[in-house]
Structures are given as C-alpha cells and as structure tokens.
C-alpha cells in the first residue's frame, strides 16, 4: 500500500518518498483579478494613513512610506492568513471532538469566545450535519496531486466533500474545482461516491457565516484538470 506524507513546514506532500503537486498549487495558476485591484488599494490606504499635508499638499509622504506601501497588501494578507489559520485550527479541534463524542453529529453545547466558531457550530447544529472525517489526507497516482480537504460530512443522507473558507465573499469557482478534486481523489482511494461538495465561508471581517454547495461535480472535476494540464504545460 502507498504511503502519503505530509510536511506541515513545507507544505509538501509526498508519496513513497517521491513528491506531488499540491491541489491548491495547481489551482493557483488560475488568474484573481481581484486582488490586483485588492492589493492596489492597500498601497493606497496606506499612504493615506501615514501622509501628513494639507491644502494644495493633500498628501505628503516619504520615500519610506511609499517602499512600506508597495508591501502593505503582503503585510494585510499574513495578518488575514494567521486569523484563518486559527479558525481552521478550531474548526478541526471542533469536528474531531464531535466524531469522537458523538458519532460525528454536531454537538451544540461548546462554550466559545470566537464568533466565527460560534456560526461554524450554529450552522452544523441548525443542518444536523454529522461529520465524517477531518483534515482528511487525499491523493490520485492518476493525477500526481496530493491535498488536504478540511472535512467530509452527511447533510440529509446526502454525502458532501466541504471546505471552510474565510474569505469575504466567493469570488469565483474555484473552491469547488478544489473540493472536486478531493471528491475524485477520495473515490479513487476506495471511498463511497459523494452526492456533492459544500462550501462554508465564513467572513472574516464581520463574522458573516455563508453556506454555497455544487452538484455539477463533473464540471468541476473537468475544470481541476484543466487547471492540471495548464499547470503541467506552463511548468513544463
């Protein structure tokens, strides 16, 4: 039986010794518009912020601050990254202990100080969701990718491969052509067929919790590869 390693430092899979691609890795060839103009505006707000003048001199700066404010978007999105690594940390701890106390159904009673925990465990508890696993470790020898997805669960007897995210809002498709690609690579490694995957992104700015699902998962799969074969031939 292969053996599929995970170094959490590097981020790097590998199996049986021999690396593989990322899922995120690969998707991450596909182009964000959005954050240009994102990181554009952090530049802006942080000469704004740290500008002194008046009148006809609106805005008065350094050449430190314009060095600082070409990296601002970089500092932002570490700072975001840190908070999202907490709530997935909590998340997980959260599943876990409902898998191991409660045959994976959503336990309600959890006292907590973090909001976005709370909608996490509001949203489980309010759609009986029963997980099944977490942090699950996936890969395809097909494809040569590896990835991790955040859990799998049961939603009214239907199955779905999930997600958590902490974004603002879903800007496009891609978090279901990631969470196609663990649905494939799942079934190919002998698990039951899937009824679809679901998307839990929970704003990080206001706590906002919303919930997006996909049963176009053959599209989705068909867009991962494509993703795949983009990557492969650009690496290449």
């Not at 991450?28 to 518009?33: L, S």
Request: aromatic share 10%; charged share 30%.
């Amino acid at each position: 039986m292969s053996t599929l390693k995970f170094n959490k430092a590097k981020h790097a899979y590998r199996l049986d010794g021999k690396p593989m691609t990322g899922v995120t890795t690969v998707l991450g060839i596909i182009a964000k518009p959005a954050l240009i103009n994102w990181a554009a505006n952090m530049a802006v707000d942080y000469v704004k912020e740290n500008s002194a003048g008046g009148g006809l001199l609106d805005y008065l700066v350094s050449e430190k601050v314009l060095e600082e404010a070409r990296t601002a978007h970089t500092r932002a999105k570490e700072k975001a990254g840190d908070k999202g690594t907490d709530i997935h940390a909590l998340v997980e701890e959260y599943i876990k202990k409902s898998i191991s106390e409660n045959d994976g159904r959503a336990i309600g009673d959890i006292p907590t100080q973090e909001p976005m925990l709370e909608e996490f465990i509001r949203w489980a508890v309010n759609n009986k969701v029963q997980f099944l696993e977490s942090e699950k470790r996936v890969y395809s020898e097909k494809w040569w990718v590896a990835g991790t997805a955040d859990f799998t669960c049961k939603i009214n007897d239907q199955r779905f491969v999930g997600d958590l995210k902490t974004q603002k809002t879903m800007w496009d498709r891609t978090p279901f052509f990631q969470t196609a690609g663990y649905m494939k690579m799942l079934v190919e490694m002998g698990e039951e067929p899937y009824d679809g995957t679901i998307i839990v992104n929970i704003n990080k700015e206001d706590n906002k919790l919303t919930e997006y699902k996909s049963y176009d998962w053959e599209a989705d799969i068909k867009s991962f590869e494509s993703a795949l074969q983009l990557y492969r031939t650009i690496k290449i």
